[in-house]
């Protein structure tokens, strides 16, 4: 599936990210993402809230092996 479409269907909901390098993933709230064309290296990014307060996260797409939805 289109990352960028992907990210659009998870607005809103809890999510887990994994890594591409093996880091721990992230979970969160998927409050936002840019698309590679307005986004400067011309990457996709989806922002991650893990509830640290005045944190978001910009994960690249490249960074990202997947995004998994979690349930409430």
Known sequence: ???ER???ELLG???RVTFRDGSPPM??????????????PEIAEIDL???TAGVLYGLMENEIEAIEELSE
């Open 13 to 15: 909901k809890q999510v």
């Open 6 to 8: 992907r990210c659009e």
């Open 1 to 3: 599936m289109n990352f």
């Open 49 to 51: 809230d893990t509830g």
């Open 27 to 40: 979970r969160g709230t998927c409050v936002g993402y840019t698309r590679a064309v307005d986004n400067e």
